[in-house]
């Protein structure tokens, strides 16, 4: 296991990504001041994002079900717990947005490659009392898949 964000795995024989990019930003807005450079107060962290870009090749590993079950769980418009491999827990995310590009096809026109980005977005404030709530959430939408 790679990562698992709610109850979908990401390893590969699912769904395995190339990277894994984060950015945090914090917010340190400005006031003009006449005679001075402006001047800047931290008023706390900004959005925190993930982006995963990765390559499947549904003949060799990994499967296109797997990104129709992100779409399902983006669907919800739930946060989904985020738990690294090594046991890290990343707080609650919600799925932004998933792009594919498909190529390399078959006569039938399935294809061979496709390249995949999943961007998430951190919403939990470091409350992460909140997981269990969003885990049986995950649990209802596998109970739709199945």
Do not use: C
Not at 41 to 70: K, M, V
Not at 104 to 124: A, H, S, Y
């Amino acid at each position: 296991m790679m990562l698992a964000l709610g109850m979908f795995v990401f390893s590969l024989s699912t769904l395995a990504y190339q990277e894994l990019q984060r950015q945090t930003d914090w917010r340190h807005p400005s006031s003009s001041r006449v005679g001075a450079a402006p001047a800047r107060q931290f008023i706390g962290r900004g959005d925190d994002s993930i982006t995963l870009p990765g390559i499947l090749f549904p003949e060799l590993a990994g499967s296109t079900l797997s990104l129709d079950a992100l779409r399902l769980m983006a669907n919800t418009g739930k946060a989904w717990p985020m738990i690294e491999g090594s046991g890290r827990i990343y707080g609650l995310w919600i799925i932004e947005s998933l792009s594919e590009t498909k190529t390399v096809f078959f006569r039938d026109g399935t294809p061979r490659r496709i390249e995949f980005t999943l961007n998430l977005k951190r919403i939990d404030d470091d409350q992460l009392d909140l997981i269990g709530a969003a885990t049986s959430a995950g649990v209802n939408v596998l109970r739709g898949l199945l």
